[in-house]
């Protein structure tokens, strides 16, 4: 990752072996040390808040014994679990664009062009780290989404002092794995969600499940996938979304399937010296929007041309927002 994080203290538990006697005795092994709570976790330059979730609000989030353990290793890490950048001197916001963790994801959320049009449009962009897919991904039906999404965007007003993170619309980004979150999280919240991408994931499929609640909502949906996916994803999920487009007109997905293109390997990916550089014409017409991430800006502008994602208000002077 691109940005320097601030020194941190490595925290282990280890089991201390003494002699006495002439026999080993095995001491008790110490208690967890835990990270604290109200450190602040921001990455910089890119992120400049950052917190870890307290576990009142992830304690009731389905969890594999496998799960508890990496939640248990991760509060003991000096990392955050939730990154926020909101746009320079922003008072307030009228979007959020959440992005759930998935190896690269988190750049989508850091490059320029895309913070540019966050700015432009005032958009908040969240980062989370440790919000499980089994709040809305996997799980059915989601009952515990109102309450997870609720609490950790609570948060995030709160750590941040914008109170329009409780309230404001979203676009929701997923990839590969957590390519369910955007539109899974559209059938739960037609009234929040103004636009969602999946990215290397599954298509919305048809038809919804019963627990959706959405009625007569239209919501923007891009599917981004290769033409080299892997199989699992191509064939359950690609292909008979295209084969069955005019089948099932009532749910529609904008769909771009990228020519000579597997599940990764753009010109411009993170760590490649393209990284952060014009892609070449030509490039551009082989390949759409993520491989040069100026395209997911120019889609992001799209969604708010007439600047209507929500009506301002005047803005009060309350001791949130100094």
């Given at each position: 990752m691109r940005h320097s994080i601030p020194a941190t203290t490595c925290i282990g538990c280890a089991v201390l072996l003494t002699l006495a006697a002439g026999a080993m005795a095995v001491e008790p092994e110490p208690a967890p040390q835990y990270v604290d709570l109200e450190t602040s976790y921001a990455e910089l330059p890119y992120w400049p808040i950052g917190f870890k979730l307290p576990p009142e609000i992830t304690v009731d989030w389905p969890q594999s014994d496998k799960e508890r353990k990496r939640r248990e290793k991760a509060r003991m890490t000096p990392k955050a679990d939730v990154l926020v950048w909101t746009p320079p001197k922003a008072r307030r916001i009228r979007a959020a664009f959440l992005i759930p963790a998935n190896t690269d994801s988190k750049h989508i959320g850091e490059h320029e062009a895309v913070r540019k049009v966050a700015?432009?449009?005032?958009?908040g962009i969240v980062y989370l780290r440790a919000?499980?897919?089994a709040v809305i991904e996997r799980v059915e039906p989601p009952r515990l989404a109102?309450?997870?999404?609720?609490?950790v965007l609570s948060l995030v007003a709160k750590k941040t002092g914008i109170a329009e993170y409780r309230h404001a619309p979203w676009i929701t980004l997923g990839k590969s794995s957590r390519g369910r979150f955007p539109f899974r999280t559209t059938w739960w919240f037609p009234n929040r969600v103004i636009a969602s991408v999946s990215y290397h994931g599954e298509t919305p499929t048809w038809p919804m499940p019963p627990w959706s609640r959405v009625k007569d909502e239209t919501v923007m949906h891009v599917a981004i996938n290769g033409d080299q996916e892997w199989s699992g994803t191509w064939y359950r999920h690609v292909r008979p979304s295209l084969l069955n487009y005019h089948a099932n007109t009532s749910w529609l997905t904008h769909q771009l399937v990228l020519r000579n293109v597997g599940h990764g390997g753009y010109k411009d990916m993170h760590g490649?010296?393209?990284?952060?550089q014009p892609v070449p014409e030509a490039e551009r017409r082989k390949l759409f929007w993520i491989p040069d991430r100026e395209m997911l800006a120019a889609w992001l502008d799209l969604q708010d041309p007439d600047g209507k994602w929500g009506k301002l208000?005047?803005?009060?002077?309350?001791?949130e927002r100094r």
């Open positions: 700015a432009k449009h005032e958009m919000f499980q897919g109102d309450k997870g999404f609720d609490d490649s010296t393209g990284w952060g208000l005047p803005l009060p002077e309350t001791p």
